[in-house]
């Protein structure tokens, strides 16, 4: 298992620099396709990111014990800069490798799955050889070079693709409704001819409207006034009355005083 487990860190150590010829050699080398490949650059990219914490240790000894030119600090430092990068790559790759399950017209995330545990089987020997020997392969170890360019590309064709599937997909089950047919409108009656225009009907003549004549108003004549008989002094009755017409009243020096004489209605004149 050990012998296993040095010749896959061996060859994929060598397939980071030779471009992927000599991984295709191994035993659980990558397959060839780009959805499968990337799912085994996820799974062998996962196993070495879950060791960080296990070889750290002797990976600090190791450096300590053999500096490089820049120093310890310089050569602990690369470390968690490998981490992170290892999460951020992770994350590519599985962004790429849903869109492409979502894309697929059938389902590969069975065979997706079966290329994550191969690339993270290349680390199954970890538990068979020496925290030394083991933190060295740790320490030479970088995924394939073209592991991020490929699940880019393997991304952005997938959501193409998806974007063509769901629009054809769409376009099956939605039919666009045949278009309506226009009602038969009733025909327009046909043209008459018109008929010959009728000559102008004489203006009709005027009518003389006969003058109003004044109204005749009878003369008027002149009504002759009346004149009344000079009014009578009555003479007087019984001693010194004088006695008044009331219809032809005279003056009368005092007060004239109503009275009955000779069976008719007379006035007394009193003196005061």
Not at 53 to 77: N, Q
Request: glycine share 8%.
């Amino acid at each position: 298992m050990a012998n296993a487990l040095l010749l896959a860190l061996a060859l994929l150590a060598q397939d980071s620099q030779t471009g992927g010829q000599a991984a295709a050699q191994g035993p659980n080398a990558p397959p060839t396709d780009e959805y499968g490949y990337v799912a085994w650059c996820y799974g062998a990219l996962g196993g070495y990111a879950n060791l960080y914490d296990r070889v750290m240790p002797e990976v600090t000894r190791i450096e300590k014990a053999f500096p490089g030119p820049d120093g310890v600090a310089a050569s602990l430092k690369t470390y968690p800069e490998l981490r992170a990068q290892a999460q951020k790559d992770l994350k590519t790759f599985a962004s790429a490798i849903t869109a492409a399950e979502k894309a697929s017209p059938r389902p590969i995330s069975e065979y997706g799955g079966a290329q994550v545990k191969r690339g993270a089987a290349i680390w199954q020997g970890a538990d068979s050889v020496s925290k030394a020997r083991l933190a060295q392969m740790w320490m030479s170890w970088s995924p394939p070079g073209d592991c991020e360019k490929r699940a880019k590309t393997l991304e952005t064709k997938s959501t193409i693709l998806g974007k063509a599937l769901n629009f054809n997909s769409a376009s099956a089950t939605t039919q666009a409704p045949p278009p309506e047919t226009p009602a038969p409108q009733p025909e327009a009656p046909a043209p008459q001819p018109a008929a010959e225009a009728a000559p102008p009907a004489p203006a009709p003549e005027p009518v003389a409207t006969p003058k109003a004549e004044p109204a005749k108003t009878a003369p008027v004549k002149a009504a002759k006034a009346e004149t009344k008989p000079a009014a009578k002094k009555l003479p007087p009755i019984g001693g010194n009355e004088v006695i008044v017409d009331p219809v032809n009243p005279i003056p009368c020096a005092g007060s004239l005083v109503p009275a009955k004489r000779g069976g008719r209605d007379v006035l007394i004149c009193k003196g005061d």
